[in-house]
């Protein structure tokens, strides 16, 4: 089982608006991240938490707020957005176990900020 | 800086027309190549690896292949449900927790 879910589906909120994203995965990978995907672009990394600690944050702006309760939960905070943060945003997971990896995405949360 | 580049940015094919996508890349001591397909509104799904030259994958009518400088992902007689954006990434450096970096992907409609 490959899976890895994200909710909810789609978000509409307003800029003042403090709203979450949600992901879970229960394949026992120790590395989860979180990309966004603007449209007709590929994804771009924002967080990576390896061992359930930040270990990557490619410099997101302090309005999207990361959090890595356990080795199965990955939430996104997001707290007065801006209209250009619409987007989709997907989660991934990996294994952490060698120096070679796949990541598996999930089905991503289609944001949309008023 | 890590580099990928995919072209064609469309292909447009015919049910049963046989072709090749191409990613090509310049990366830092590659850890891996890996093949995606995206379709619309949704995430990435996983479709190969490939970790040294002269290593090739195969799955039903896509075969992905490997050299130093490119990767290509050959679609042999495609129907209309292979249509989707095909991503190529690349993981390079060191370190446990890896970046991929993505290429713009090829949009490919297959029409009957």
């Known amino acids: 089982d490959t899976e890895v879910t994200q909710t909810p589906k789609h978000l509409v909120m307003g800029m003042t608006n403090k709203k979450s994203l949600k992901c879970e995965q229960h394949?026992?990978?120790?590395?989860m991240y979180w990309y966004k995907q603007k449209a007709k672009k590929p994804p771009e990394l924002m967080f990576v938490y390896s061992y359930e600690k930040l270990s990557i944050n490619e410099s997101v702006p302090s309005r999207f707020s990361p959090e890595c309760p356990n080795s199965s939960l990955l939430n996104l905070h997001l707290h007065a957005l801006q209209p250009e943060d619409s987007a989709l945003y997907l989660c991934?997971?990996?294994?952490?176990?060698?120096?070679?990896?796949?990541?598996?995405f999930g089905p991503g949360t289609r944001l949309l900020v008023l | 800086e890590d580099q990928v580049t995919q072209s064609p940015e469309a292909l447009r094919l015919q049910e049963g027309e046989s072709s090749s996508l191409n990613c090509s890349y310049t990366v830092s001591g590659l850890r891996g190549l890996f093949w995606y397909r995206q379709d619309p509104g949704k995430g990435p799904e996983f479709l190969f690896t490939l970790y040294s030259a002269g290593e090739e994958k195969e799955k039903e009518r896509l075969k992905a292949t490997l050299t130093k400088k490119e990767s290509f992902l050959h679609i042999t007689a495609p129907k209309p449900e292979d249509s989707a954006t095909y991503l190529c990434a690349v993981q390079a450096g060191t370190g446990t927790a890896s970046k991929l970096t993505f290429g713009t992907g090829t949009r490919l409609q297959v029409t009957l």
């Open positions: 991934a997971s990996s294994l952490l176990a060698r120096q070679r990896e796949t990541q598996y």
């Open positions: 394949m026992g990978h120790r590395a």
